[in-house]
Nanobody, 117 residues
């Protein structure tokens, strides 16, 4: 099983980034896919989740209206479009795949997002 994140980097406040997570080794189209983030001072938190078909999405209150999660089951890839980025969005972002909503599942290695002027 592999989850490989990409797209992180340094961006100014108000800017945008698009994260991608390419999956292999499990039945991607049957899994919930999520993005989490973590900083040294905070526990890992759920940012966004999408159901297997992409029909339902959930977001943390702190990112609603700014971030958008989507998936392409044919490409086995999940995305996180992040707009209007704030300094408090700075974190390592992790991709997660779980067969059951909220289960531990599989994790990627993380990608650093830094929002700074």
């Amino acid at each position: 099983v592999q989850l490989v994140e990409s797209g992180g980097g340094l961006v100014q406040p108000g800017g945008s980034l698009r994260l991608s997570c390419a999956a292999s080794g499990f039945t991607f189209s049957s899994y919930y896919m999520s993005w989490y983030r973590q900083t040294p001072r905070k526990a890992r938190e759920l940012v966004a989740r999408i159901t297997s078909t992409g029909g339902t999405t959930d977001y943390a209150d702190s990112v609603k209206g700014r971030f958008s999660i989507s998936r392409d089951n044919a490409k086995r890839t999940v995305y996180l479009q992040m707009n209007s980025l704030r300094t408090e969005d700075t974190a390592v972002y992790y991709c997660n795949g779980a067969a059951v909503r909220g289960a531990w599942g599989y994790w990627g290695q993380g990608t650093q997002v830094t929002v700074s002027s």
